[in-house]
């Protein structure tokens, strides 16, 4: 996977598809040389190309072609003449600048561990990775580079870890990595959105400036998710060159693609620089999170499969991994704080006739909950609601045959709370002004020890008290009033300690807890990222409930997401959020399509119909879930009106095809829409058709849809090998 060819300086690292190389000058500068589809060899005669730029310096005498400015590097610093944006910039006794030289590298096989950070894994058959010391002889600094390839997942990891000497430095900026392209055409594929419209895909020409994206909210956020893409522009779902950046973190972070005025183009991800900065001391070093970059020259479907493939066995904790997630019933939009045991009983067994496996009681369980406005970091069981207490009202859930699972949010602490009362210390905020509210909560702080200790025992307290199989770990605001709790000097080391303290508190509790599969919210989709679902195997997309509104949330989620780490439940309607009616038909076909599939909703208000329905969607999930939740996704023909997908097993012994019309319109063409993923020799049975196919009909004549004048109508077609 990493060969060194000594003769030529140059490190190649090959995947399945793609080649990355680096070589080092005889100035000891370490530049980047190719990344892109996959090459068997690279020659001598693959030369650099020098040219005087009048306005690139060059730190050479006598050579006014040799610039830092114009050469392709392999992790930038500022100072010495690169002037584009840099991955690195150190403050200490000698100034700002970094003359970063080779002085080493090791290979290994398998992938060492980022301490306190997650990151992915593997083992030495999987993985193999590279070290490359970079060194600044007059500041003692050195800069190790981190590469860990995976060859037949398709992807590379990159990191960083910057090590003081003699003296102490600052870091004002540490990004994951930087990589130059020779070229600027390309769009740039993005997740942006809102709270309830999360991760809508926005695809943006690539023009001269800087396009950026970034959180500064102490949580990767709904409104940006760390992840670029960089597309050929003739780039399709089925061909063309894509280029993958995905950060392994969960907190504030940045992301740009810089075009320059030489018409090439830096890519660039990591912590973000605006209220960051670390002091080290001498002799001690940082580690930056790590970033995960691919290629593929099979457009953005190959983008998306190899995505959810890494992710499925390179992120999420073995154990969960290919396990099928359980089909459950979450009590919040039925009946938010207004609850008894009883009133729960009566709908987990009502849920349980007709198939559901897990039963989810959300926010309201603890200290005198009965709204948002107090009790948070109280995790003691309401006796009121709960008379029994967890471990009763487990007992009879078990007794209907499913499981139990439980809702908390401990990263919060309310103003009206025991907590508060005897720890105010413990919530972000500032001595002497008013604390800025969310929800009326405020957040504790995970940058101390004690805090930490303190929600790692109280939820693992519950956690022992009952049967309990699941759990969704929610986070309802962003961090604002951080607390002077270090000097002056450091007090931009906040945000990211508290994202080191809430990843030491996850990995304690999942790992004294293995068996529990662990979900995380942040409001829905306000931390979906790949630092969470390293602990917690699958995320609530959205609080948006609505299917409508889900499609756009659900595609975007799933273009990097697997299904099995995406929440989507049916709700009731009208829908909460929106106020829309929809079909129960659509709201099953599209939370299917989500993958860890669900209700929310109180099932007891439901007549015999709509309750048979639901038999019948819980039926078909389970004769389905595998290939959602295992198989590959294609998404298929799309109008501004019309959304269509099909899941195919890896045999290609099933597929699972959604359309879904948002509303009827007069005259409307006939709409004829192709499947991809199939064996096309064999022959197909579709129940609902009452049809066979063979796989060349349906991906190359493809299907007529229904021409059904109805708002809101989708069809969901499995089609099984015969």
Do not use: C
């Given at each position: 996977m990493i060969q060194y060819l000594e003769e030529n300086n140059l490190f190649h690292l090959q995947t399945r598809e793609f080649s990355y190389i680096i070589q080092i000058l005889e100035t000891g500068d370490v530049v980047h040389r190719y990344f892109g589809k996959k090459v068997k060899h690279f020659s001598p005669g693959n030369k650099i190309t020098y040219l005087d730029r009048s306005f690139s310096p060059s730190p050479i005498s006598g050579n006014r072609t040799y610039s830092l400015d114009t050469l392709q590097q392999e992790y930038s610093s500022n100072g010495l003449g690169d002037f584009r944006t840099a991955a690195l910039e150190l403050r200490n006794e000698f100034g700002v600048a970094l003359d970063l030289k080779y002085k080493g590298h090791r290979i290994q096989r398998g992938k060492p561990i980022l301490e306190g950070l997650p990151s992915s894994f593997g083992s030495e058959k999987d993985v193999e990775s590279l070290e490359i010391d970079l060194y600044d002889q007059l500041t003692d600094i050195t800069i190790t580079l981190q590469y860990s390839i995976f060859e037949n997942s398709n992807y590379l990891s990159r990191s960083a870890n910057i090590q003081t000497g003699r003296y102490a430095t600052k870091i004002e900026k540490a990004l994951s990595f930087t990589l130059d392209f020779p070229h600027k055409d390309f769009t740039v594929h993005s997740l942006a959105g809102r709270y309830g419209y999360e991760k809508e895909w926005t695809q943006t020409p690539l023009t001269k400036g800087k396009f950026s994206i970034g959180s500064i909210r102490g949580a990767s956020s709904h409104s940006k998710t760390p992840f670029l893409a960089l597309a050929d522009p003739a780039a399709t779902e089925d061909s063309g060159h894509v280029y993958v950046a995905q950060l392994v973190y969960s907190g504030n972070f940045a992301g740009f693609v810089e075009v320059t005025s030489l018409e090439t183009c830096r890519w660039g991800m990591g912590l973000n620089d605006e209220q960051f900065s670390w002091e080290l001391s001498n002799n001690s070093s940082f580690q930056t999170p790590e970033v995960l970059l691919s290629f593929t020259d099979k457009g953005l479907t190959g983008m998306t499969q190899d995505s959810h493939e890494f992710i499925k066995n390179h992120i999420v904790t073995p154990k969960f991994s290919h396990q099928e997630r359980p089909i459950l019933i979450n009590n919040w939009e039925g009946t938010y704080f207004d609850f008894t045991e009883d009133k729960i009983v009566e709908l987990a067994k009502t849920a349980s006739q007709v198939g559901v496996e897990l039963f989810v009681l959300d926010d309201g369980w603890f200290g005198k909950r009965n709204n948002d406005e107090s009790s948070l970091g109280d995790w003691k069981v309401n006796l009121e609601k709960l008379p029994n207490g967890l471990n009763g009202l487990a007992d009879r859930i078990n007794q209907l045959g499913m499981e139990f699972g439980l809702w908390f949010e401990p990263e919060m602490i309310s103003i009206d709370s025991d907590l508060y009362r005897e720890h105010p210390d413990w919530a972000i905020q500032i001595d002497g002004r008013q604390p800025i509210y969310s929800r009326e909560q405020l957040v504790l702080d995970l940058t101390k020890s004690e805090v930490c200790d303190y929600i790692i025992d109280s939820v693992s307290s519950i956690l022992e008290s009952a049967p309990i199989n699941y759990v969704k770990w929610d986070m309802n605001r962003n961090i604002t009033s951080m607390s002077p709790v270090y000097a002056n000097h450091q007090r931009f080391e906040f945000h990211h300690r508290y994202i080191l303290g809430l990843y030491q508190v996850l990995d304690t509790i999942t790992k004294r807890f293995p068996d529990i599969l662990f979900e995380s919210c942040a409001g829905g989709g306000g931390r979906n990222d790949l630092g969470l679902?390293?602990?917690?195997?699958?995320?609530?997309?959205?609080?948006?409930?609505?299917?409508?509104?889900?499609?756009?949330?659900?595609?975007?989620?799933?273009?990097?997401?697997?299904?099995?780490?995406?929440?989507?439940?049916?709700?009731a309607v009208p829908n909460h959020q929106v106020g829309r009616i929809t079909p129960l038909a659509t709201r099953g076909n599209v939370a299917m399509m989500g993958g860890a599939f669900g209700y929310e909703l109180d099932v007891t208000k439901l007549d015999q119909e709509e309750l048979e329905e639901i038999r019948q969607q819980v039926q078909t999930y389970k004769s389905i879930r595998s290939t959602i939740?295992?198989?590959?996704?294609?998404?298929?023909?799309?109008?501004?009106?019309?959304?269509?997908?099909?899941?195919?097993?890896?045999?290609?012994?099933?597929?699972?095809?959604?359309?879904?019309?948002?509303?009827a319109q007069s005259e409307a063409p006939l709409l004829q829409v192709q499947l991809k993923g199939l064996d096309p020799d064999a022959l197909y049975e579709c129940p609902q058709l009452g049809e066979t196919f063979y796989g060349d009909e349906l991906m190359n004549i493809g299907l007529t849809m229904p021409h059904v004048q109805k708002d809101y109508f989708s069809v969901q077609y499995i089609f099984n090998k015969i």
């Open positions: 679902l390293y602990y917690m195997p699958q995320a609530w997309a959205s609080d948006n409930t609505d299917a409508i509104g889900r499609l756009s949330i659900q595609e975007g989620t799933s273009l990097i997401l697997p299904a099995s780490s995406m929440g989507a439940h049916v709700s939740q295992e198989g590959l996704l294609y998404r298929l023909k799309k109008t501004s009106n019309t959304w269509a997908t099909n899941y195919v097993n890896k045999d290609k012994s099933q597929a699972v095809f959604t359309f879904v019309k948002i509303l």
